[in-house]
């Protein structure tokens, strides 16, 4: 019990607690106890007291001798009464003990045989004896001698019951106090012990928990014994200990990280400023020089080097050189004009040495400090990137991805570059042939056909027409169409020069019109409607330029085609649609635009017209021929065949891009 007493604090304490109220409870119950016992003490009191008052009021009565004797008698009857009643009231022997030897019962016992062997006898002797008499008078006087010991007898009695009262009285205040005392002295004995093993460790633990919480770790606890408080300390310094150790390595951790992610910062700084560079100033040796002296001096490198295939026509290839200042050199690896920089020990190469299996594709020379990373896809390389590391230097994993890193967003400049310039050439082509296939289309056949008739009118005004070949066979055998003047039909010689002069003024308005469609052709956009909005804007055009109907059926998803294949699509329809109205003889054409099962495109064009000449395509057919260019260029085919209720059916079958 002492050892767990002394190993908790809360034991004791609740043990102490609980002593503190079972002595508060335990002078409470007792005064509770012995007032219950002494209730009705001072009543046995005053009850004892009255009997002395009755014993003196029967004496005067007995003494008193204006009374007649009759009533005497009968007052001496009732006092005698009164005074059994009282000695025998349950007030007075309530209070009575249960041994003999009790001093009150001892008391009570002489007060009773008094009155019951002395005074009451006589009492009765002189009630029913005659009142005079010297018998009477010596009786008489013998009881009133009686009466003053019985009086005392009576008053050792009410003293016996105040004695015991008194006792009473006493005990409860000896267990008050004894109770009071007890309690004083466990409040003291809890209040040191709490102030020994509760507050002062308490404090001490407060302030050590105040110095970790200020960062010092250095601080213990000093009250570590085996209570709980003790066992508590104990355990916060072992915390302590272990916090400082984890502090020590966060620290240490935090350091490192700090110095990682600044060397990540620098790095990606880097990367930001190569990737600006590259981005917003044209590709030039200028450019490419400024991005290696920063990776030179971020990674303090002796050298650095970017050989070039074939310059990939950036800006300046004549300055092409080595700085042996700056540690920097821009080279190309083939091409006349190239200049080409010397590196010891040139066979690291990652094309000659296997560099796409290697880690990073870093490749390194084992004689030499250099460094090879290509520059370029796996199926396309731009270049290579070489690096010289100073003696003893060793490249980190950080700097080797690093390195890849710029050679990426070398290789990507490098790729935008050739696509731009290969856009550039695409542009060119396709400006060139589009205005070779409009010229040819529109201005060149009017003005041969002018050229033709202007020919024909020169020799209708000659003063010696060639008899051996007729003008207007001339003129109709060279457009491959009907002529006024064609056929062989004989004209009045003073009619030719005014038919001429007609087709000539025919031939110029017709050159104007198509004039005036190339001009619409160059000025076609496709706007944000898409394809299907400039379809519609088509049809409804050549619906106010003729009398045909035409309906349009466009089943074709938005997003399918790209922008060039929706501009050559618009274009096949445009030049259908004008075939139609110029030699067809149609009244009603059908244009549909759907996908088929295979993800294929197919667009027909249906007439209802004479159909298509059984003539093979000459040299004046520009239109269909070029219709087929764009088919070809779609990857597609182009077939034009009489329809199935007759007329022409054109109809163009590809497959898009998107699909």
Sequence with gaps: MADVLRQSTLQLIGLLLATIVALALGGMVSSMIIGQINQGMAAAINQSGTLRMQSYRIAAAVADAGLSPAARRARLRVLAAEFEERLNSPRLTAMLGRADSDPVNLAYARVHTGWSADLRPTLAWMASA???GPQYRAVRSAYLDLVDAFVDDIHALVHRLEERAEQRIRLLRLLQATALGLT????????????????????????????????DFSARVAWTGDDELGRLGAAMNRMTQDLSRLYQELEARIAAKTQDLARTNRSLELLYRTSRTLENMPLSVVTLQRVLLDLRGHLALAEVQLCLRGGLGIGGQQDLAAD?????????EAGARSVRCTAPG?????????????????VASAATSWLALAVGEPDHRCGTLRVRLHPGQALAPWQQRLLTSVAGHLTTACRLQARVQEGRRLILHEERSSLARELHDSLAQSLSYL?????RLGAALDPAPDSRRPPAATGAAAMGAESPVGGGAKQDPALIPAVILAELRAGLASAYRQLRELLGTFRLRIDGTGLAGALTATVQEFRDRSDLEIVLGDQLPGDLLTANEEVHVLQIVREALSNVIRHARAGRVAVQLQRTTDGAVLVVIIDDGIGPGSAPPGRGHYGLMIMRERAASLGGSLEIAPGPAGGTRVCLRFRPRAG
């Design 130 to 132: 005659a009142a005079s």
């Design 346 to 362: 040139d066979d690291h190469d990652p094309d000659s040495r296997g560099g796409a299996n290697a880690p990073a594709d870093l």
């Design 184 to 215: 004083l002295a466990l409040v003291l004995v809890t209040l040191v012990l709490l102030r020994r093993r509760v507050t002062a460790p308490l404090a001490d633990l407060l302030r050590c928990a105040g110095e970790i919480r200020q960062g």
């Design 451 to 455: 050229k033709i008739q202007a020919t």
């Design 324 to 332: 042996a200042r700056s540690g920097v050199c821009i080279c190309t």
